[in-house]
């Protein structure tokens, strides 16, 4: 989502770019100088940027390689991964973010898990940050 403050400061200089002001500073007969003019294009670039980043799957897009290699190989997504708390976290909140309902339990060895789709991702705190480990199928 756009932050409040960001969502304002975009219409300040949306504002100025229309005849407006912003700031104390008056833009004479609706023409923009060009440091108006470039902070207006800043501000839209940065809105661009957050936008493509609210829509972007970066935190789970290589456990889902993961999933897809072990599907062509086996005919079916993998049972398990093991992954690291970076892994696991990023995952969490893009659960949140994306507002998909988190499913969370644990394995027979006390470990917590939460589902990928059709996997169970499996939190091992004891291992690297950001492990993505071999998919498996029950054992």
């Not at 993998?78 to 644990?106: C, M, T």
Request: aromatic share 8%; net charge negative.
């Amino acid at each position: 989502m756009l932050d409040r403050r960001e969502l304002l400061t975009l219409g300040g200089l949306l504002g100025v770019a229309s005849g407006g002001t912003a700031e104390g500073t008056a833009v004479a007969t609706g023409q923009a100088n060009e440091r108006q003019l470039a902070d207006i294009a800043n501000a839209i670039n940065s809105l661009k940027s957050l936008l493509t980043q609210q829509l972007s799957f970066a935190e789970i897009l290589e456990v889902r390689k993961s999933q897809f290699t072990y599907l062509r190989a086996n005919g079916q997504f993998p049972d398990f991964i093991d992954v690291g708390i970076d892994i696991w976290q990023g995952i969490h909140d893009w659960h949140i973010r994306v507002q998909q309902p988190l499913v969370l339990g644990r394995d027979a060895n006390g470990r917590y898990t939460m589902m990928l789709g059709f996997t169970a991702l499996v939190l091992r705190q004891d291992s690297v940050p950001t492990l993505i480990g071999i998919p498996y199928d029950q054992r």
